[in-house]
């Protein structure tokens, strides 16, 4: 099992930058896929982007791509995800996420990871 705990939202201007954090318990983290997901209110949580175990392969949805970056380090435990040039639509609760597995293959959808973590708010404001 595995928690993880968010950490880097904040408010800031349209076009600026946040570097958000998720550390990971336990030692075994490079066995576990991760991702980053957000909800807006009134809206259905999206996947933003992801990384398999390696950290050699990665997913990013098409309204993040060139802005944002994941990567992780292992070593540490931990997820990042940098986010640059945001806008006002970036507004939302950000959510870690971790999947166990064998493979070095990405999850993209919200009912194939198994951890989750309470989320930070990251508002944009315009």
């Known amino acids: 099992q595995v928690q993880l705990v968010e950490s880097g939202g904040g408010l800031v201007q349209a076009g600026g930058s946040l570097r958000l954090s998720c550390a990971a318990s336990g030692r075994t983290f490079s066995t576990y896929a991760m991702g980053w997901f957000r909800q807006a209110p009134g809206k259905d949580r999206e996947c933003v982007s992801t990384i398999n175990r390696n950290g050699d392969i990665t997913y990013y949805a098409d309204s993040v791509k060139g802005r944002f970056t994941i990567s992780r380090d292992n070593a540490k435990n931990t997820v990042y995800l940098q986010m640059n040039s945001l806008e006002a639509e970036d507004t939302a609760l950000y959510f870690c996420?971790?999947?166990?597995?064998?493979?070095?293959?990405?999850?993209?959808?919200?009912?194939?990871?198994?951890?989750w973590g309470p989320g930070t708010q990251v508002t944009v404001s315009s």
């Open positions: 996420a971790a999947r166990f597995t064998y493979s070095g293959s990405y999850f993209r959808r919200v009912s194939e990871y198994n951890y």
